[in-house]
């Protein structure tokens, strides 16, 4: 299965919404203009507004309802993706320079809140106060999670709770609120709602997973930046936790991340890469990811058996799989 499949079903949908993301951080301030169109004219999977369009199909479908939950979520990614760059000292995404290497850090920083600020304006057109504590609430732990990472930057002592609890509120949180906010505008049963949140944490946390194993095992080109960005810039992700618990190992990988550390991730990583590959630490990451999109099926269970369940599904499937 392909996740276009899905999209061409949903294409005059998720064209709308693509046009709303432009609209909404249309501004008449020149540079602005350009830099907040920068990432988006890049593209990307919008993975969040398609949950959520699938989400608020189990309660009432309204797109120019909806709309108000799908646009500002993904500007919310875009916006944190837009300061990790700055943070990670990233000079390309998605195969494009970032906007701190075209422009610069400080550019880049206001350009980040001004996305988010456009996405609170576009939440604003929707009254129930429920919606904007959820929304009001990831962004507070989002933050942290963010803060987290930092902290643990180049932290061997770190444990697989750290890991876990960091990526949840780094990247699960806002997936599976997309499910939960689509659902809860569109007015679907509690019942619902918690099911979608559900699915979407569990989703999200095999996204990370899945994520931070192609950084070890993909090509420049499948990911739009050189492999091993992870560890240059300081993370330290489950495949290399599994590594440092393997006494065999742990020596020398300890050698090899504090030599990437003290040249400040500006070196060659692919002695770090052959001893990640060399084990079976990989695979034992991917199960964890296999696990958790079994969860997220599994809060599927129940809900009335239309189409965009099975979508649902499918996205999950490739999420647990995709190799970009």
């Known amino acids: 299965m392909k996740l276009l499949d899905i999209y061409a079903r949903m294409k005059k949908d998720i064209a709308f919404v693509e046009r709303e993301l432009e609209d909404s951080v249309y501004t008449e301030h020149a540079m602005l203009k350009e830099t907040s169109l920068h990432l988006l004219k890049a593209g990307g999977k919008r993975i969040r507004p398609v949950v959520v369009l699938l989400s608020s199909q189990f309660g009432q479908y309204d797109l120019q309802r909806i709309k108000h939950i799908a646009v500002p979520l993904e500007l919310i990614h875009m916006a944190t ?62 933050t942290i999670g963010e803060i987290e990472q930092i902290r643990y930057f180049f932290r061997t002592d770190q ?36 099911r979608m ?25 499948e990911l739009g930046k050189p492999p091993g960005s992870d560890i240059r810039q300081g993370n330290i992700t489950l495949p ?61 269970n129940g ?4 189409r965009a369940k099975q979508d649902l599904i499918k996205v999950a499937h490739f999420i647990g799989n995709r190799s970009y």
């Open 197 to 221: 949140y559900q699915f979407g944490y569990n989703v999200g946390m095999a996204y990370q997973i899945r994520d931070d194993i192609l950084d070890l095992t993909g090509t420049e080109k």
């Open 240 to 300: 290399v936790l599994y590594a440092l618990s393997d006494t065999g190992i742990r020596r020398e990988l300890l050698d090899e991340i504090e030599r990437v550390r003290l040249v400040d991730g500006q070196t060659d990583v692919s002695p770090f890469l052959r001893l990640i590959r060399g084990g079976t630490y990989i695979k034992q990451a991917d199960n964890l990811s296999s696990r958790y999109i079994d969860r997220a099926i599994e809060a599927l």
């Open 159 to 194: 444990t697989l709770r750290h890991y876990l609890l960091r990526i949840k509120r780094k990247t699960a949180l806002l997936i599976a609120i997309s499910c939960q906010l689509g659902a809860v505008a569109s007015e679907a049963t509690d019942d619902i709602c918690r």
């Open 303 to 306: 809900l009335p058996d239309i």
């Open 81 to 142: 993706l837009v300061h990790d760059d700055v943070i990670d000292d990233a000079d390309t995404r998605r195969g494009q320079q970032t906007v701190r290497a075209k422009w610069d850090n400080r550019i880049a920083m206001y350009t980040g809140d001004y996305i988010f600020a456009k996405a609170l304006m576009v939440a604003t057109q929707l009254s129930n106060p429920r919606i904007h504590q959820i929304l009001s609430s990831a962004i507070v732990e989002l």
